[in-house]
């Protein structure tokens, strides 16, 4: 009897020496929701310049997702405020990407009606790190992805000297704008007619404007790039430098010349302004289309960024459609030798319309 007795005292007292860090945790779970709910407040205000909002969006997917080994936490202790707190933080995470990671819903697009004529066209957008990614590497990666139309950003001379010659074969229309940050490129097995490069700001990167045909559609394709926002430094201060507003002229290119494709590398995430605006003026965002998972494409490699490891968290190119474009599917793609991933998507356009 002495020995049970001794037993469950000595079980007793292993069990109370996890109580102050079950204590700590849940103070971390308050100190959490407080944090994520400060978070959304701030969003709410929508003034200018909250760098930490800036910064949280970056991360936003993985700062709710640690909301699931909490809210198991909450559970185990059966503590209801925990339980409710993380539990309404994990259904903020569903509603935002929850999507993302259901099976695809079908398709009610135009080319989805009986007897649309409709070709598949396959679009691929990469940001080539302005010489990063190696020529050769880079020529095979393009050549290896299938794609007929491919938009590049941040072109190097020698990169384009390599597609020039290494891929005529199988994109025998181009158009190269090699100008290292500010270059962009489009290759395509379809025919370009017209394109042009340009210039919103003088401070902006330029962008490409290009019209390919698709047999018998003119297929308007932009290749676009902005710059990022960076960190600054000012002498124990630190803040989020503005984002670089879109150009006004962007979206109103994209659908006066419809049907349109955007491919680039827009620096911002789905939870920043540019992104609301964008989605705001009717265009479609390929990947949460037809995408599955977060579609994270940045930073996929850690040369010359020491700070950053080699595996991407974010997710800042895109391809963009007017509503006239149906998404079959949409996915990220292999290494390139960048330091970001390609996106690709597979798009039907409609070639019977109307061109009285």
Known sequence: MNNNRSEVNNHSTGLSRYKPMMRALLVCIDLYSGLILLYFLLRLI???????????NLVLPWLLLISVPLLILALVKRSRRHILST???FAVFIVLYGGLFLPPAPKSGSCAAPYADCQPVAVMTVNSGSGLADPDSLAAALRDSGADLIGLQELSPEQADRLETDLAGDYPYQVLYPLGFGGRGLISRYPITGHYLFYPKKEYFPYLIATVDIDGTPLTVIVYHIKPAVFLVQGLKTRLSAEWPLDKALIGTA??????VILGDFNTVDQSDKYRQLRQAGLIDAFREAGRGFGLTFPARADGWRSLPDLPLL??????????ID????WVGDRTGSDHLPVQAELMIETNRDTD
């Open 87 to 89: 539990g309404a933080i």
């Open 327 to 330: 998404v079959s599917r949409a």
């Open 46 to 56: 929508k003034k200018p310049h909250f760098w930490i909002v800036d910064a949280a």
């Open 315 to 324: 997710r800042i190119d895109y391809i963009w459609v007017t509503g006239d």
């Open 255 to 260: 659908q006066s010349l419809a049907p349109t």
